[in-house]
């Protein structure tokens, strides 16, 4: 029996003591998840023990404790030197016998298992410590790609034994509070993927940027996989959403081609080297479609079976074709921040553009340039400073850490850059080319990755605000509240707002900020003259063509793709909610704005009231535009699975109008009511009011436009100052209107929303719909907040004026028809028998108030029926990074993961939690008792905490005599027993 030695088929995620994280990882994977259909290349593991074996048969512990101690890390040179005296205390020792026996024979197997003489074997570092929950240790320790042969294999082990102590790992230890002689390292032998001869690459499965856990996140290059590791290349980029792709649809919801100018291969005889890229391979995508959503099922398979986020690297090979998980290792940043509490970050003005390139971060940074051409230039760099560089690696780490912000001219969102930024909280641009050559050294900068997916690099220092949203704080509404969100580069993160949907998703952000071209020049692109708008036509449609053909997509299909990823990020992060996408509301001047838009727009005198919205859809000469338009809804509903997409038209002056559009869409392949599709309309003009009945009976909902229904009642121009003292929302004209859809679109069984500018710029307008029951209020983001507060106080305002003892539904709905009957009665006598006509008004004005009401109330009730029911409903939770255990609790509550445990919790404070190695939570206050539970000796009682009786249960799995527990439980009494009822098996780690 080998003693040093572990086979993958052995190991699972309870060996991390003995092989680490990354072995007991693979091996958890290839003894778990090949059954399943998860291709793992086969290998070995040298133990911890191997490692120990190695350091004290060399006598090397004293030594290596003596350099390290209380070193100075943030002194960059002592650090270098400690380093680098200990590295070569490890490559100057020798292996003793046994493990260089072991080792040997291990490979030979290995071998003669893939049928090679020799098989060429990556050889990677994985520290006991690594890749736990709470430290990722990512890219700490080196790795050595296409070993081939036992003396070189030798080699390569020693030079990862070192590696556990290059200059980033020590320092990364330190600002954990690692002990340096407590981390061992385990050696992972592995099959090699050919990837040289084909891509690799990395995938998260969540958002990297905001944590959003409903998509995957694939980033791919040309040759094996540590250049898109380490950043040295731009990778291919592609979203997938989890939820479609597990529904059969192929929901590759983002491409982004990556320049991937280099790749890494085999070199002669072993190691590797790197080579160019052939132009027409890098103006190509390195997976097919296929491919991308098979590593999507692959990544939530792993996830689902390890029960959080994680991070995957996965390869294909060159000489079979088939892809390969050849690591995976929990995501250590995202899936651990607390989801109560959300930054924005907002430039209050902006500057001079020097540059751009992705962003990493969402936050706003800001120092003095500091131009690294190479590691020896590190020593210079000071606190606060904005490095600037080609690539980092994690030698780089130290340096970073001090940094006030980091450009990097290469590397995308899984880049060594862009994964430690995000780690250590620090705005990061990547792939932002020429940097070095752009950036003044010692200018004063300001890096803004809050503005989207495209980071800038402004000159000078900008002021800037941060904005910090408890979202634990927000009272439950039940009128709808909704979003209106223009960038889908925020969607993901403002999903995290307590919303109901978006009530108006604007197509004309996509088109401004990543179409950029008029659909028309792409439509008509052979038969554009002028030369200079072809050439920014071809720069932002790389491997769009001017002809289609087969596998060969025109430029008309760029303004597709993109049009449809824009809207699908937003739907997919409101998935399972109404997402109401507004067609195409451009006016002719903002039109003629985009890249080839003068061409086909007329001049109008007043564009305001001219040729927009519905009118131009069905017109000839805007139909093959509109084209575009509804592929693009098609796209995204039927090929992405995306149903919860809502269609809108805006600016639809007559119902005729509104029928013609409808036949167009219908021409182009979207039919309302055909695969559960609506359409909605704009109640934007004093027509749609007017005639809301007849709207009703073509469209399926209205959304009031405030803004223009405000302009168009009282003929005001709302851009102009001489007459802007007049535009008022409040005007009692605009009320009645609204007041009058809402009661129609309700009499003909139509939903009708809002979202125009109002009610987010005036809470009392907010009021007033909530009083006139409307179905749902969309608000800005920022305005969110303030003004569910005033809803939901409305709300209790308006349900304290109904009668106090309340009817079961169907009697309320008795009694008000009742109501309404005699009131018909009484208002048709007073009619005939009052002549003072304000006292007939009053009495109709009270007629109606109460019929309001009591419809209010009614829907009230139901709602309040329907919620409680879904708090009825129970989810499953499973754990199984710091203990292993399952439980069931109510479906309505968050899911929060914390440093080291996990919190579910509700808006009301019931909460139940799982803390690892906290200590005791509080002085016991009464009723202590000690158990057994699940096999461990445990403390049970209560205590109070925020004024609020605590359950707990702390847990000490080798016994009394040690001072803290090592697992706590603790809830609100509600729940708790419930809660803890249905945990069946609790194992400790």
């Not at 133990?47 to 943030?74: C, E, P, Q, R, S």
């Not at 003489?117 to 990556?122: E, G, L, S, T």
């Not at 862009?418 to 050559?437: D, M, N, T």
């Not at 509240?481 to 998703?505: K, Q, W």
């Amino acid at each position: 029996m080998l003693r040093y030695i572990r086979w993958f088929k052995d190991l699972t995620i309870a060996d991390i003591p003995s092989v680490g994280g990354k072995n007991a990882s693979l091996g958890e994977m290839y003894g778990k998840l090949t059954s399943k259909g998860l291709p793992v290349p086969n290998g070995f593991a040298l133990t911890a023990g191997a490692y120990w074996a190695f350091i004290k048969g060399n006598k090397l512990d004293k030594k290596i404790k003596a350099t390290v101690k209380d070193l100075n890390v943030k002194n960059i040179k002592l650090l270098s030197k400690a380093g680098s005296k200990v590295r070569g205390l490890i490559l100057n020792a020798t292996f003793p016998k046994d493990v260089e026996v072991e080792v040997k024979q291990a490979y030979r197997q290995l071998s003669k298992d893939c049928g090679q003489a020799n098989v060429d074997v990556a050889v990677r570092s994985s520290a006991t410590a690594e890749d736990l929950p709470d430290a990722s240790f990512a890219g700490q320790q080196e790795s050595y790609l296409n070993v081939r042969g036992e003396r070189e294999l030798l080699l390569s082990v020693k030079k990862c034994i070192a590696s556990l102590f290059t200059d980033r790992a020590i320092s990364y230890r330190e600002a954990k509070g690692f002990d340096h002689m407590a981390v061992a390292l385990s050696v992972g032998v592995q099959q090699m993927v050919r990837s040289d001869m084909a891509s690799s690459g990395v995938m998260f499965t969540l958002d990297t940027e905001s944590g959003f856990k409903g998509v995957v996140l694939i980033n791919g290059a040309y040759g094996l996989g540590e250049y898109v590791v380490k950043g040295r290349v731009t990778p291919d980029q592609f979203f997938v959403h989890k939820e479609g792709v597990s529904k059969g649809f192929k929901s590759i919801i983002s491409h982004r081609l990556g320049s991937k100018e280099v790749k890494l291969v085999y070199g002669p005889g072993g190691g590797t080297k790197q080579e160019k890229v052939l132009l027409a391979d890098q103006r190509k995508y390195c997976l097919t479609d296929d491919e991308v959503v098979q590593l999507a099922q692959w990544g939530r398979l792993i996830e689902e079976h390890y029960g959080h986020p994680m991070d995957i690297e996965w390869a294909k090979d060159g000489v079979s074709r088939k892809l390969f998980i050849v690591q995976a290792r929990s995501e250590t940043v995202k899936s651990r921040a607390p989801v109560n509490v959300m930054e924005t970050y907002r430039l209050k003005k902006r500057g001079p553009v020097i540059l751009e390139g992705t962003s990493v971060g969402q936050k706003i940074g800001q120092g003095r340039a500091r131009i690294i051409n190479n590691p020896s230039q590190m020593k210079e760099f000071k606190a606060g400073e904005v490095l600037v560089t080609r690539i980092t690696d994690p030698d780089w780490e130290p340096v970073m850490r001090i940094a006030g912000a980091i450009v990097t001219e290469q590397g995308g969102k899984t880049s060594h850059a862009a994964i430690v930024s995000r780690e250590l909280g620090i705005p990061c641009l990547v792939g932002a080319k020429k940097a070095r050559q752009l950036v003044k050294p010692g200018a004063e900068v300001t890096v803004s990755c809050a503005e989207g997916e495209v980071g800038y690099l402004y000159r000078g220092h900008l002021p800037f605000e941060v904005e910090k949203i408890e979202l634990k704080k927000l009272e439950p509404t039940k009128t709808k509240i909704m979003m209106n969100v223009g960038n889908p580069d925020r969607a993901f993160n403002l999903s995290f707002i307590p919303n109901d949907g978006i009530g108006l998703a604007r197509e004309e952000f996509i088109f401004t900020n990543f179409i950029k071209v008029h659909p028309l020049a792409c439509v008509h692109y052979r038969d554009i003259k002028d030369k200079k708008v072809k050439k920014q036509i071809d720069e932002l449609t790389p491997g769009y063509f001017a002809q289609g053909g087969k596998g060969r997509p025109d430029k008309s299909q760029f303004v597709v793709d993109k049009l449809a990823e824009g809207i699908a990020f937003i739907a997919a992060a409101f998935q399972g909610k109404d997402v109401i996408v507004r067609l195409s509301d451009f006016k002719t001047n903002e039109y003629a704005t985009l890249i080839g838009g003068a061409d086909y727009e007329p001049k109008e005198e007043n564009p305001m009231l001219g040729w927009r919205g519905a009118s131009r859809y069905y017109d000839e000469k805007f139909k093959p535009a509109f084209k575009l338009e509804c592929a693009a809804i098609k796209k995204v509903r039927e090929e992405w699975g995306l149903k919860n997409v809502i269609v809108m038209i805006p600016f639809c002056r007559t119902v005729e109008e509104g029928k013609k559009v409808l036949a167009t869409m219908k021409e182009f392949g979207l039919e309302r009511g055909q695969n559960g599709l609506e359409v909605y309309v704009m109640c934007e003009i004093p027509a749609n009011v007017i005639l809301a009945k007849e709207f009703s009976e073509i469209f399926d909902g209205f959304s009031i436009g405030s803004n223009d229904l405000t302009q168009l009642t009282l003929g005001v121009d709302r851009d102009s100052a001489l007459v802007s003292h007049v535009y008022d929302e409040n005007n009692l004209a605009v009320k009645k209107l609204i007041r009058d859809v809402i009661q129609t679109a309700h009499r003909y069984k139509r939903k009708v929303g809002i979202c125009g500018q109002a009610p987010s710029d005036y809470p009392e307008f907010a009021e007033f719909l909530v009083q006139e029951g409307i179905d749902s209020i969309s608000l800005n983001p920022d305005t969110i907040l303030k003004t569910r507060v005033r809803i939901a106080a409305m709300e209790k305002k308006v349900g304290v004026r109904v009668a106090a003892k309340p009817l079961p539904a169907l009697a309320k709905t008795a009694s008000f028809i009742g109501l309404l009957f005699f009131s018909l009665v009484l208002a048709g006598f007073s009619c005939q028998a009052i002549s003072d006509r304000e006292v007939q008004d009053q009495i109709k004005q009270q007629v109606q108030e109460q019929s309001i009401l009591a419809k209010y109330q009614i829907r009230q009730e139901l709602q309040a029926k329907m919620e409680a029911d879904r708090k009825k409903e129970r989810s499953t939770y499973t754990e199984s990074a710091f203990a292993k255990f399952s439980l069931n609790y109510p479906s309505s509550w968050q899911v929060n993961s914390l440093a080291n445990g996990v919190k579910l919790s509700d808006a009301d404070q019931e909460f139940f939690q799982v803390s690892f190695k906290t200590g005791s939570v509080a002085p016991a206050t009464f009723n202590v008792t000690t158990t057994l539970r699940w096999g461990f000796p445990s403390k049970e009682f209560l205590t109070a905490r925020d004024g609020q009786d605590i359950q707990v249960i702390e847990i000490y799995p080798t016994g009394f005599k040690k001072k803290n527990p090592e697992f706590v439980l603790s809830g609100s009494k509600t729940y708790f027993n419930e809660i803890l009822g249905s945990i069946k098996e609790f194992t400790g780690k």
